[in-house]
């Protein structure tokens, strides 16, 4: 796809899609409750529909009535034996979450997923769980999917996770509802907490982590009940609209109804201290989860250090950030985010390359990236490595392009597994362009 800049400001208003941290787990955890889960707001992203495949393959009903999903849960032994490998797609919180949940089934189960999926570490979540007493392995023994998932016994343990992960956490305490006795897991630091949250509101015995107190502790035997669900918008999608009304002259951009979980809004706390102009507005709570509406206005930035106990709260969201780095005054740092090297493509590296292709003064560290600025940005040929937060990320980096030639995002199509309607919402703030 081609795009040019953006010859005026971006204004108006936009509702992101649904949570897909949440959407996912609204159907895992709706699948092992009793009784009929209602979800309101859902993801129908290509990720969060291979987790409804996985389940419906499990023998759980799945519906859509009216704009909400009907998840019609069967309890923690209810599911039955797939007769095929699940296929979890391009959803690395598919395959790892969902690991938890079958480490404690009765019967045996294989994950894979496409040629991504089977290139992305695994062994995270396989460690923790085999501590657990649970019979999975990496069926090519290369710590990646497929993964083989066999009956065993799950005992309750203490995990301790050199790495601050939400599906590592999410699958430990999964496991959990299934063990003899507490499982409890210590993080480095805290990690977004929606299962914590979800699991709770599903009636779960559980204990949440803190910032102060990173362990979060479950007791099985609880059964869990079927919830009405409303999912807040992603503010990692919301985050591309943020960047473009911070970058684009005159921009101002109200996006609406968007989850501001603490776990989740390290963007919003960077952006602030770069000089952001962000105003949260009828800031609310719906089932533990806090939401806003985000007003962003054009900014004169400066630049940042970004590193520590923040990161996990805006992995997803450091291409971005990157880009709109090369629009603040002086240096912007970027560390301890060595994560980004094992996401759906080593972001570090493309974000990198796409970035000097169009012109700035970037380079890449060994867990992060060091950005100069402000440099203008010209047009460039991008390549995406059919990463949809790469090609998001530079769809707004396009807008900033200061020559009259188009930047050609590779591979656009790929924005299909967070985010379909987001060129359709992009051009709706151009409507005057």
């Keep these: ?54 389940f419906m393959d499990m023998g759980i009903e799945i519906e859509e009535k009216d704009d909400v999903v009907l998840v019609h849960g069967k309890g923690l032994n209810g599911l039955t034996a797939p007769d095929h490998v699940l296929d979890c797609g391009n959803s690395g919180t598919t395959t790892r979450i969902i690991s938890g949940i079958l480490a404690g089934q009765s019967f045996e189960s294989t994950l894979t997923g496409d040629s991504s999926i089977q290139k992305r570490p695994m062994r995270r979540v396989i460690d923790p769980l085999q501590e657990m007493g649970a019979d999975i392995e990496s069926i090519r023994d290369n710590g990646c999917a497929p993964l083989k998932i066999c009956p065993s016994k ?47 509101a599903f ?15 479950i007791r099985p035997g609880k059964p869990l009940t079927a919830q009405k669900i409303t999912v807040p918008g992603d503010i990692s999608s919301a985050a591309y609209f943020i960047g473009a009304g911070l970058i684009v002259p005159d921009s101002e951009i109200l996006i609406k109804n968007v989850g501001i979980n603490p776990t989740r809004d390290g963007i919003l706390t960077v952006f602030k201290e770069m000089g952001a102009d962000i105003t949260e507005q009828n800031v609310r709570e719906e089932a533990g989860e806090k939401t806003a509406d985000l007003l962003v206005r054009f ?49 570090i590296d493309l974000t990198v390359k796409n ?79």
């Design 299 to 347: 900014s004169a930035l400066k630049g940042t250090e970004i590193g520590g106990n923040v990161i996990p709260k805006l992995i997803d969201e450091l291409p971005l950030i990157a880009v709109v780095a090369t629009q603040a005054e002086g240096t912007t740092v970027i560390r301890d985010a060595a994560e980004l090297k094992v996401k759906e493509s080593d972001r």
């Design 1 to 54: 796809m081609k795009i040019a800049h953006a010859k005026n400001p971006l204004r108006g208003t936009i509702s992101v899609p649904g949570d897909k941290s949440i959407s996912h787990r609204s159907i895992m955890f709706g699948a092992i409750a009793e009784g009929v889960t209602e979800v309101r707001g859902f993801l129908k992203s290509a990720d969060c529909l291979s987790t409804i495949g996985c």
């Design 154 to 200: 799950i005992h309750g343990t203490h995990i301790t996770t050199k790495v601050a992960s939400a599906q590592v956490k999410s699958a430990v305490l999964l496991a959990g509802l299934y063990a003899d006795g507490e499982t409890t897991l210590t993080e480095p630091a805290l990690s977004r907490n929606h299962t914590e949250l979800m699991l709770k």
């Design 203 to 217: 009636g779960a015995d559980l204990t949440p982590g803190t910032e102060e107190n990173p362990t979060a502790s």
């Design 355 to 433: 970035l000097k292709a169009m012109g700035a003064d970037i380079e890449a560290t060994d867990d992060g990236m060091i950005i100069h600025g402000p440099t203008p940005l010209h047009h460039a040929s991008i390549d995406t490595a059919k990463d949809h937060r790469i090609a998001m990320s530079f769809a707004i980096a396009a807008q900033i392009n200061d020559d009259v030639k188009p930047t050609d995002i590779q591979d656009s199509a790929c924005v299909s597994i967070s985010y379909p309607d987001f060129f359709k919402d992009l051009d709706s703030l151009m409507v005057n362009s």
